[in-house]
């Protein structure tokens, strides 16, 4: 079953997909599976184990599923100085 969800992007990702969100149809059953397609399609190279996500402004768990209408932000890591 399609989830309609907006994906936040940050940082790299923001660079690597060319825009700062975008609102998605997927199937998958949980936030990394979500993560892994988008990764296939605007080529991310940092792995789930790099991010962070979040849910309606909340940090989640990549197990959690997909809900309707949830807006999505994938954090990578943040370097400064």
């Known amino acids: 079953m399609m989830t309609q ?7 790299s990702l923001r660079d690597a997909a060319g825009m700062t969100s975008e609102t ?4 998958a ?11 296939a399609r605007h080529g991310f ?4 184990g790099r991010l ?3 849910v309606d402004g909340a940090f989640a768990r990549w197990e959690e599923p ?16």
């Open 24 to 27: 998605i149809g997927s199937d």
């Open 52 to 54: 962070r996500v979040a």
């Open 66 to 81: 997909l809900r309707e209408g949830s807006e999505v932000a994938f954090i990578p890591p943040v370097s400064g100085g």
């Open 45 to 48: 190279v940092l792995p789930v």
């Open 5 to 11: 969800v907006t994906v936040l992007y940050f940082a």
């Open 29 to 39: 059953s949980d936030l990394r599976g979500l993560y892994e397609t988008l990764q």
